[in-house]
């Protein structure tokens, strides 16, 4: 079956306005049937309105090393699709290829093998549907934070007005407003993170890859930034991306979990999470059943036997 192009949904409306309510799935390339879109039940137009936003096509990645040891394979025929307004948390051991799929759905690298597609089309380069928030926050020390703020708009030659009004209503959205006129080096570690996501929110991307974005802050920091980052992705219906290595971030971030076996990495599970409240992951925090999430994580990536492994090795 063709998915549809997100141009063409418009078109086809009038047509899909008759269809009578099924439940319907779009498939991808590679992969299984999976639902994309809303867990409520829905119309059948409003599933096919589902966009896909960004789709990763049998995807594999080789390195070359040094002498003659070959290609190192990071990833291997990796299919997966994430719709328009989802969140979608990615994990895995270290070294399995998470932060090489950021980099290939950015544009950044290109797959030995397969297709990234953003909006439906393949991805050839920079995008400027995708915004790329990586664990610093690489804020320009000699700009203000409403000019690293206005970076990115600057670069797409935004009107200056536009620009200014962008950065306004983002960092009074984070509660940054009166600190506009400041330096970075002026600012907290969370606040500087905060300075980063509205960064990468002024340039109104479809897309967020986002590479454990908060893994430099404390943990209390870390829950207020997780909400804020929550209720913007909400809000404003944007798609996401995570990388992650903390387990109960990608419970309480996601609409999914999709798990990445060790290097040459591929999806090995996928775990819808059944909970209310994606915007506020600290109401999700107290609901009982985000144990049992975590601990289902835990057993797929086999963390148990991995610990007593590293506990040998050190002994």
Not at 186 to 205: E, I, N
Request: charged fraction near 25%; charge should be positive.
């Amino acid at each position: 079956m063709r998915r549809m192009a997100p141009r063409e949904f418009a078109a086809a409306l009038p047509a899909l306005s008759a269809i009578p309510v099924l439940p319907l799935y779009l498939s991808y390339l590679g992969g299984d049937m999976r639902a994309i879109g809303p867990k409520k039940p829905a119309s059948a137009v409003e599933l096919l309105m589902s966009v896909v936003r960004l789709e990763y096509r049998n995807v594999t990645m080789r390195f070359a090393q040094k002498g003659d040891r070959g290609a190192l394979t990071a990833l291997r025929g990796v299919s997966f699709a994430v719709g328009d307004g989802e969140v979608v948390a990615l994990i895995g051991p270290s070294g399995c290829g998470k932060s090489t799929l950021l980099n290939i759905g950015s544009g950044l690298s290109a797959p030995s093998e397969g297709t990234a597609l953003v909006d439906g089309e393949r991805v050839a380069g920079a995008n400027a549907q995708v915004a790329f928030m990586l664990q610093k926050d690489l804020l320009l020390p000699w700009r203000t934070v409403a000019e690293n703020v206005m970076l990115g708009v600057e670069i797409q030659s935004l009107p200056a007005p536009e620009r200014r009004q962008r950065a306004q209503k983002l960092l009074a959205n984070f509660s940054l407003g009166e600190f506009a006129g400041h330096y970075p080096h002026q600012l907290s570690g969370g606040m500087r993170q905060r300075v980063a996501l509205a960064r990468t929110l002024a340039v109104d991307p479809h897309v967020l890859l986002l590479d454990e974005p908060f893994s430099a802050v404390d943990a209390q920091t870390r829950m207020v930034l997780q909400r804020d980052l929550a209720q913007t992705l909400s809000k404003a219906r944007k798609t996401a991306l995570l990388i992650t290595h903390d387990l109960l971030e990608a419970v309480t971030m996601s609409d999914r979990v999709l798990v990445m076996s060790g290097r040459p990495g591929t999806i090995i599970d996928e775990i819808a999470i059944e909970l209310p409240a994606r915007d506020d992951p600290i109401a999700r925090r107290r609901d009982p059943k985000v144990n049992d999430y975590v601990a289902r994580l835990m057993d797929r990536l086999d963390i148990g036997r991995v610990a007593l492994d590293i506990q040998a090795a050190s002994a």
